[in-house]
């Protein structure tokens, strides 16, 4: 297997070995790897000729398009450190990580100004900010003139695999996001392990679906295909009305849609021909009836995963159905250098079937959380990485997920942390008190349901759901906004809020308690 020490070998290595061959397909175009390698040269030098050094930050505020990949393999060509945001973002959420991550260039599109607009002054170190539209604006740098300074090709960077090369943001437990530091290192070594472990060669194709700002779309299913000359069809977001159109027409054979998809294909309109296809594998980590019903509906082998931004390497089922067990995750790729434990409370390793923390260790671990000395301190202990996250390890190693240590709720393939839900509502000049809970939901695994006290003599007609809805929306991404709200006079009172949280979230949203609460109906995108 080749060992890649950063992204740029990775792409260069295949652009020796296989340049014409198809590596991205997006909408109507497709470059090979040599296209695409030229594309990211020129890239690469526009940054440098407007400034970028070693360092810098370049947040990335795009959605699922050829540009963002550039920019990402054009910083393993300057040195640059790219900052992938979720395109969900409040202007509130957008100010805080662009002025927490210090970002000096905001790669984005036209259809974001308006969020920056009111925010670009609380910014200090934003210096450049470039759209993908042709001509730019006022403070704005449009992709034309933008890419015009490639042309005075400045000498790039060759960066060290230890350098810093991502920052990427994930929920935090204590309010606000943190800042996740990864090493070049671990983008070029995780990808090729877990290609190599699914079975991907450079005839495959992979469809992508999910956006590039999560590391499951970027490192486990683009940069994977990448690092074996495989190819990579790339689409904006996931349409169940062309998502088996799109498999056909390229001649996809794997895809990565892990919990809310799966549901949503299955409550498609079943057709004769749903097995005929190209399509031959899915990550997906389903509980073991749906994920049955899934392999023998649509002919494919659908193969559980565990993974988390912390740390890029994955745990995998096996390729063999004949091994696999069902409500496992499986078990660690790269075994040789990739361990997975389970700790208790003292830290001691638990016995085999015992429930206890997720521990790993790895050469792709993170290097710590940016400007978080306290929570890098509690996650990365004598060289083990703690998760947060519950489960057990079974006789032969295979990982079981049973609970989310961390107070975090896990809503089609998004992390909300209860305590950044829970920040908003408290801010309300009506609210005395709230607590944000996961309950159940069949098709994105969890809903987020919002208990909230109200201040002093305020009664729900002074403060409607409605109207809290509305100031939520105007602090926090959609995504994260309550589905159902319970108007309750006091909250439990526990020694612990771990025991609060679960007894208001096995409570759940049933018949005896549905009729004191309100549901949000208003339709919201998967992930």
């Known amino acids: ?65 050829p540009e963002f990949l550039c920019a990402v393999f054009a910083m393993a060509r300057t040195g640059g450190v790219f900052v992938p ?11 805080y990580l662009l002025a927490h991550s210090e970002a000096r260039y905001l790669l984005t599109t036209d259809a974001f100004m308006p969020l920056l607009q009111g925010i670009r002054g609380d910014c200090p170190e934003l210096a450049h900010v470039i759209t993908l539209e042709p001509r730019g604006g006022l403070g704005v740098l449009g992709w034309d003139e933008f890419i015009r300074g490639a042309e005075r090709r400045p000498a790039l960077t060759e960066v060290s695999p230890e350098d810093m090369a991502s920052i990427i943001y994930t929920s935090g437990t204590t309010d606000r996001p943190k800042g996740v530091m990864l090493k070049h290192s671990a983008f070029a070594f995780a990808p090729s392990h877990r290609a190599r472990a699914l079975g991907w060669t450079g005839d495959d194709r992979v469809l992508v679906v ?17 690092s074996v000359g495989g190819g990579v069809v790339l689409k904006e977001r ?25 549901r949503i294909l299955l409550n498609l309109p079943p057709d004769p021909a749903d097995a005929d296809t190209t399509l031959r594998q899915v990550m997906a980590l389903l509980p073991p009836d749906v994920h049955l019903e899934f392999e023998r509906r649509f002919g494919v082998t659908a193969i559980p995963t ?13 390729l063999d159905v004949s091994r696999r067990k069902l409500g496992s995750c ?9 361990h997975v434990c389970i700790v208790n409370d003292e830290g001691d390793i638990c016995a085999p079937g015992e429930r206890g923390e997720i521990v790993k260790q790895s ?25 947060g996250d519950l489960g057990y390890l079974d006789e032969d190693g295979f990982l079981y997920f049973v609970d989310r240590k961390k107070d975090i709720i896990k809503r089609g393939g998004e992390n909300i942390a209860s305590a950044e839900v829970e920040r908003v509502l ?24 919002a208990c909230i006290v109200l201040a002093g003599a305020a009664s729900p007609e002074d403060l409607p759901p409605e109207r809290l809805w509305q100031f939520c929306a105007e602090h926090l991404a959609a995504f994260k906004i309550p589905r159902y709200l319970d108007y309750r006079p006091e909250l439990p009172k526990t020694p612990s809020s771990k025991v609060q949280k679960n007894l208001l979230r096995d409570e759940g949203v049933g018949p005896d308690v549905v009729d004191r609460m309100e549901r949000r109906d208003a339709p919201l995108h998967p992930r």
């Not at 945001?85 to 100010?95: K, R, S, V, W």
């Not at 565990?306 to 096996?318: A, H, I």
């Not at 408290?426 to 349901?449: F, Y």
Request: aromatic share 6%.
């Open 1 to 65: 297997m080749t060992a890649y020490a950063t992204i740029h070998e990775l792409l260069s290595h295949q652009v020796a070995e296989r340049p014409d061959h198809t590596c991205l397909i997006h909408e109507d175009r497709q470059w090979s790897y040599a296209e695409l390698a030229a594309e990211v040269e020129r890239v690469a030098c526009a940054f440098a000729a407007r400034g970028l050094r070693p360092g810098d930050r370049v947040a990335i505020l795009l959605p699922n398009c």
């Open 85 to 95: 945001l979720n395109t969900a973002q409040t202007a509130d959420e957008l100010q």
């Open 210 to 226: 999910m956006p590039l700002f999560h590391v499951n779309a970027l490192c486990h299913m683009t940069l994977a295909m990448m």
């Open 238 to 262: 996931f349409s169940a009305s062309h998502f088996w159109d799109d498999v056909k027409r390229h001649g996809v054979t794997t895809s990565s849609i892990m919990q809310t998809i799966p």
């Open 306 to 318: 565990y993974s988390l931004t912390e740390d890029l390497l994955s745990v995998l089922g096996p």
């Open 330 to 338: 499986g078990v660690p790729i790269a075994p040789e250098v990739h």
């Open 363 to 387: 050469p792709a671990v993170m290097m710590g959380y940016y400007k978080n000395p306290d929570a890098t301190a509690a996650a990365l202990r004598d060289a083990w990485l703690h998760t």
């Open 426 to 449: 408290n801010s309300h000049p009506l609210i005395a008190e709230s607590a944000a809970v996961a309950v159940p939901d069949l098709i994105r695994q969890e809903e987020v349901k």
